[in-house]
């Protein structure tokens, strides 16, 4: 055992069984947090019908309405979370997001649904810096992408729930009542977060002692937060991982957001079988891949640290023929066979990502560094990919007709590979760091 897990173990507060259980806790916050979010992917279809709605509207709703405002208040509220208890704004985060959610089932226009969605984005804005924060204050470097890709889980574990609870609510009782038995969850897991978590002491994973931070000041906030922008675009090996993870986003927030309508217009699927179809592959599929990069993060980069980055980019480039071909064909059994890999091979990115951010971040800084690289994230890869596909969707509709969704979604399949391309380079800048010191 190293001395960093040593201290780990030997705090009161941070037990191993009780790091499983506050993960677990925080895990299920995530999921909720995406069910919530992605909950608008499965119903497209039914609200656009009946709506009367564009998909350009629809990816404005799933997108950047969400978006601006989740990745904008993520920054003061993280570096209200380096100062204050971060399970209290978790746990107030949870009630926010599940109450706007379930008022999404009242909305009776466009502009209603549009401001209800916002509502979504705020609450939501005050749940991953912190929690980012938190396991890495739980658990040493060694096994922080491990830990980093448990918590990631919830996006494979909240979208497949969100399609399937939302594909059989919504076809038995209407598209409404899908965001109220969703969101209704939430009021239970925020009393969870609120009353069952405890603070661990920062930087108590590296067994360093906590910084006491000066109170609030709005200059002193605002040049922390550059200097939070400023470590990200400085440090080589942070800059290409933020760059990656944004680039590959962008892709997989269109991909899962419009995924569903896909298949439905394309493939024929009705809502239950694209609901049932969606939750089985991405909710294996994705767990298996996003647990699989984070073991495999955590073992190779021990014999060699650049295979940190390096397995994201293999997954990205051997993914991206299978992307192609799950997009291009019209063999339906086909297709449904090749989406397990691409799902598999896409999910290895978040657990690696998000550790490698942490790792890097100042110890006293770690939620608003994590918030500022939601922020850049979100406001491209959530805002503009279901944006970008709606879109172009539209603008190709005249002369694909249905298929025009099809054609969207590869054409920003290729971004993926401008993305493996800068996790080659974060690699490449951990090998010349680590040659630096090798020569000192």
């Not at 999921?31 to 656009?48: A, H, N, W």
């Not at 509207?57 to 100062?83: C, E, K, N, S, V």
């Not at 939430?186 to 590296?206: D, M, N, Q």
């Not at 657990?351 to 406001?379: C, D, K, W």
Request: hydrophobic letters at 50%; glycine letters at 10%; a positive charge.
């Amino acid at each position: 055992m190293s001395a960093q897990d040593a201290v780990v173990s030997e705090s009161p507060s941070m037990t191993p069984n009780y790091r499983k259980y506050a993960l677990m806790v925080l895990l299920l916050a995530y999921t909720s947090s995406y069910v919530d979010r992605q909950i608008m992917g499965i119903l497209i279809e039914p609200i656009k019908a009946d709506l009367q709605l564009s998909d350009t509207q629809m990816g404005f709703m799933t997108g950047i309405a969400f978006a601006i405002f989740y990745a904008t208040l993520g920054i003061p509220i993280a570096f209200l979370a380096d100062r204050w208890s971060r399970r209290k704004i978790i746990a107030w985060s949870i009630l926010i997001w599940s109450g706007m959610t379930m008022v999404c089932g009242l909305a009776g226009n466009f502009a209603q649904l549009a401001i209800a969605r916002v509502g979504v984005g705020i609450g939501e804005a005050g749940s991953s810096p912190p929690s980012h924060s938190i396991i890495a204050d739980m658990y040493a470097p060694k096994h922080r992408a491990g830990a980093m890709a448990i918590y990631a889980l919830g996006v494979y574990l909240g979208i497949m729930l969100g399609f399937l609870v939302g594909a059989y609510v919504a076809a038995t009782y209407g598209w409404r009542w899908a965001f109220v038995v969703v969101g209704a969850p939430g009021i239970l897991i925020a009393a969870l977060v609120r009353f069952t978590l405890r603070e661990p002491k920062r930087g108590e994973s590296e067994g360093i002692p906590e910084k006491e931070l000066p109170p609030f000041v709005l200059k002193e906030a605002i040049a922390q937060v550059l200097g939070a922008f400023k470590h990200l675009a400085t440090d080589k090996v942070s800059f290409h991982t933020v760059a990656g993870v944004t680039l590959v986003s962008f892709v997989g927030y269109g991909g899962a957001v419009w995924g569903a309508s896909f298949l439905i217009r394309s493939h024929g699927f009705t809502l239950i079988e694209v609901g049932e179809f969606l939750a089985l592959v991405i909710g294996v599929g994705g767990v298996t891949g996003a647990l699989l990069g984070g073991f495999l993060t955590d073992k190779i980069g021990q014999i060699d640290p650049r295979w940190k980055s390096w397995i994201v980019t293999c997954a990205k480039v051997a993914a991206a023929p299978l992307v192609l071909f799950t997009y291009l064909t019209s063999n339906t059994e086909l297709m449904m066979l090749v989406y397990i890999p691409v799902t598999i091979l896409g999910a290895f990115y978040l657990g690696p990502s998000f550790a490698m951010i942490q790792s890097r971040a100042p110890i006293h800084m770690r939620s608003l560094v994590s918030a500022v690289m939601l922020f850049i994230l979100n406001m491209i890869g959530l805002g503009l990919g279901p944006q970008m596909v709606g879109i172009l969707s539209d603008y190709l509709a005249p002369s694909y007709g249905a298929d025009s969704l099809r054609y969207a979604l590869m054409i920003l399949s290729f971004f993926s590979l401008w993305g493996a391309l800068h996790y080659y380079l974060a690699g490449r800048a951990i090998g010349a760091e680590l040659k630096e010191q090798e020569g000192r």
